[in-house]
């Protein structure tokens, strides 16, 4: 079992930036997939962005793609994720999950979540 836990989160206007971290115990990191995941009220969970064991290999959804970028400091047991042009839709629960799976690129291999860090972004 890994424990995830989320920081960063927090109230931003429109056009604003923020970066949240995801720091990570318990297991390898450097060998864990690692994603982000967003749900906002009444709306199904999304998969955001996520990064292969060694960050070589990267998804973003197309709805961020161009304005989130997702990194790892395996030294350090975190994963980042810089968001940029950030808009009132971005508003949401922003979650950490990870996966032992190497398709870091599939949303259905994370089954370890951190707790979650609210980003809302005013208009």
């Known amino acids: 079992q890994v424990q995830l836990v989320e920081s960063g989160g927090g109230l931003v206007q429109a056009g604003g930036s923020l970066r949240l971290s995801c720091a990570a115990s318990?297991?390898?990191?450097?060998?864990?997939?690692m994603g982000w995941f967003r749900q906002a009220p009444g709306k199904e969970r999304e998969f955001v962005a996520a990064?292969?064991?060694?960050?070589?290999?990267?998804y973003a959804a197309d709805s961020v793609k161009g304005r989130f970028t997702i990194s790892r400091d395996n030294a350090k047991n975190t994963l980042y994720l810089q968001m940029n042009s950030l808009k009132p839709e971005d508003t949401a629960v922003y979650y950490c999950?990870?996966?032992?799976?190497?398709?870091?690129?599939?949303?259905?291999?994370?089954?370890?979540w951190g707790q979650g860090t609210q980003v809302t972004v005013s208009s």
């Open positions: 990064i292969s064991w060694i960050g070589g290999g990267t």
């Open positions: 318990g297991r390898t990191f450097s060998r864990l997939s």
């Open positions: 999950a990870a996966s032992t799976s190497s398709s870091y690129y599939r949303a259905l291999v994370y089954d370890n």
